[in-house]
């Protein structure tokens, strides 16, 4: 009994959370299968922010239309589906520009909002200190800017006072944007000050080696963390759970060394972010060696750590030594081939060993493959670990070899 009444509370919460349909454009490169993995992507990012997806609309296109976005038929099609079911929200897959956003909100009976401003809106949610705060606010406002326009069409020109030219005011638009660069401005030198901070904080450590995790988003990062470091840093199977780095004091035997928990990567994304985080990211930057952490189990895991690369690269830590190590190997699946299938192997017919054997061989890093939740090959990963931590120490400390 207890447990019905439980469900029935649930299914109105649920029913209480706003509800949206997905929008993507499928490019001619791109096969079904991915843009549907892609809108499942989306899809985690709505509901981190408290939203239902109750539908998606694709379009095979060749690129999204300039004004927008989607077809007309596509676009009204939409629009009927929002006013016909009470729908809250549209979400759209890719950053739209200030005009496709104003001219989409013409044509819907309800909120328009892309990729970038809802990864923008959970950053700000997940957002606790004070510094992660103004970086989320300093790429809001970022964004927000070119973006004035749409919000104040309903206005009329402000009346003008004594001395101003020709007796009219300025717009409404025109002094929201004198107030944003400002805040721009305000929020920058903020930042400029805290990074100094940090400097000096990073400094002050000393030539201990330094150990950055990275990693797609919700990949396991924090919870490797919490079981390397002992430590308590906040974990949850939400996208973007860490926003602020944590840096912890890692012992293994007599040998010290940092360990830092920095922000998950994603596709797409937003450059406001990756610019606001600099001072966050410059863990990444000055670390002597990254963990780049891969969830095994996730279909697109390849595509995931193809855009960690990327992005590393972007922001020019791509020549750091890295460890690569594929985690949730208790939630890998894969589907066993019949023995009259003589098709080539596609990565849901290959069973773990076989993934393993196949990443190691092409590798060009050293890999390992554990689960953080079930404990599993923790031990090697110490051990792995101690050795690549060592080895740089004793570079660094050639005469303190003796210790180890």
Not at 205 to 227: C, D, F, I, P
Not at 252 to 263: G, I, Q
Not at 343 to 354: G, I, V
Request: proline share 3%.
């Amino acid at each position: 009994m207890k447990q019905t009444v439980d469900k029935r509370v649930a299914e109105e919460v649920v029913d209480e959370r706003e509800r949206a349909v997905l929008v993507a454009v499928i490019r001619d490169n791109q096969e079904p299968r991915q843009a549907e993995e892609f809108l499942d992507e989306l899809e985690f990012l709505a509901e981190t922010a408290d939203i239902v997806s109750v539908r998606r609309f694709t379009q095979r296109l060749p690129q999204p239309l300039s004004r927008i976005y989607v077809g007309p038929g596509k676009l009204e099609e939409i629009a009927r589906y929002c006013e016909e079911n009470a729908i809250g929200v549209a979400i759209f897959d890719d950053e739209l520009s200030p005009s496709q956003t104003r001219n989409i909100e013409q044509a819907m009976p309800c909120r328009v909002i892309d990729r970038t401003r809802l990864i923008l809106d959970i950053f700000m949610s997940r957002a606790r200190t004070a510094y992660a705060k103004t970086q989320v606010q300093l790429a809001q406002y970022e964004y927000m800017l070119p973006r004035l326009a749409g919000l104040w069409t309903h206005l009329e020109r402000q009346r003008g006072g004594t001395g101003t030219r020709g007796g009219a005011g300025e717009r409404e638009i025109e002094t929201d944007r004198r107030i944003v660069r400002d805040r721009i401005s305000k929020l920058k030198e903020e930042l400029k000050k805290i990074d100094r901070q940090m400097s000096v904080q990073r400094s002050n450590r000393g030539s201990m080696v330094r150990v950055a995790l990275v990693g797609y988003t919700n990949v396991g990062k924090s919870t490797l963390m919490n079981l390397l470091s002992k430590s308590e840093v906040f974990a949850e199977n939400k996208l973007f759970a860490t926003l602020d780095t944590t840096v912890r004091k890692v012992v293994f035997d007599n040998l010290p060394f940092l360990m830092s928990d920095t922000v998950g990567f994603i596709r797409k994304l937003p450059t406001q972010l990756i610019e606001s985080f600099k001072s966050t990211l410059d863990e990444v930057r000055e670390a002597d060696l990254l963990l780049h952490v891969v969830d095994i189990s996730h279909p697109q895991f390849e595509e995931q750590i193809a855009v960690v690369k990327q992005t590393l690269q972007d922001i020019g830590a791509a020549d750091k030594p890295v460890f690569l190590v594929f985690n949730k190997i208790d939630a890998y699946t894969y589907i066993k081939k019949d023995k009259d299938d003589l098709t080539p192997a596609t990565r849901e017919n290959m069973s773990l060993e076989d993934m393993k054997q196949s990443w190691i061989a092409k590798a060009n890093t050293p890999c390992i493959f554990i689960s953080a939740v079930e404990r599993l090959n923790i031990d090697k990963l110490r051990s792995d670990l101690y050795g690549m931590v060592r080895e740089i120490h004793s570079g660094r400390y050639p005469f303190n070899n003796f210790l180890y």
